[in-house]
């Protein structure tokens, strides 16, 4: 039997702040990243967030996965997201370490497409926080117009920095989490 190719974790390119629609091949891309981690620590759950992961919603077109760890599963986890190819951010502002970060990209369908695996203590707020804004998008398509309303007010307003991007949306999110 041969063996299963395995999709390759490329580099992360930083890209102007964008919104672009929906692309449900996003969903793939996320499946396929929790499969390879799954398949090297098979305790660990990476769970696709963000506007990805919700239909119909247009954003940056990051694939966002959040990987929630319980104590003393961090480093391991971090072990496996550096040797699997993924990097550590890049650019001002990174996550601390003990929250990290790991950006890289997957070629998949003739597309490059960015991921970020977001590595969360499982007991911190914001790990709930995410799973809810992401129902919360899914349940409503009166929020999710409203949200997606702001980020193409956002970019139309000549914002193209991600931080500056992320800052402004996340007023957004905070609202709706308040």
């Known amino acids: 039997m041969p063996d299963r190719v395995q999709p390759a974790i490329g580099p992360y390119v930083r890209r102007p702040a964008v919104c672009r629609d929906y692309d449900p091949r996003a969903a793939d891309v996320a499946r ?3 499969a390879l981690v799954h398949e090297h620590l098979p305790q660990i759950r990476a769970e696709h967030v963000g506007s990805t992961a919700v239909p119909g919603c247009a954003g940056k077109g990051i694939v966002d996965l959040m990987i929630a ?3 003393g599963e961090l480093e391991k986890v ?3 997201l550096d040797g699997l190819g993924f ?12 929250r990290p970060l790991r950006a890289g990209s997957l070629v998949h369908d003739g597309e490059t497409f960015l991921v970020h695996v ?3 203590p499982a007991s911190s707020p914001e790990a709930d926080e995410m ?3 992401r129902t919360c998008l899914r349940a409503d398509p009166e929020l999710l117009q409203a949200y997606v309303a702001r980020k ?4 139309a307003g000549g914002v193209t920095d991600s931080l ?6 996340g007023e957004f999110i905070k609202k709706v989490l308040g």
């Not at 990097?87 to 003990?98: A, K």
């Open 32 to 34: 396929l990243v929790a």
């Open 78 to 80: 971090k072990e496996l």
């Open 131 to 133: 799973r809810f804004f």
């Open 87 to 98: 990097q550590g951010q890049i650019g001002r502002d990174p996550f601390p370490e003990t």
């Open 69 to 71: 760890v319980a104590d």
């Open 118 to 120: 977001h590595v969360i």
């Open 164 to 169: 500056e991007y992320c800052r402004i949306k």
């Open 152 to 155: 193409r007010q956002i970019i």
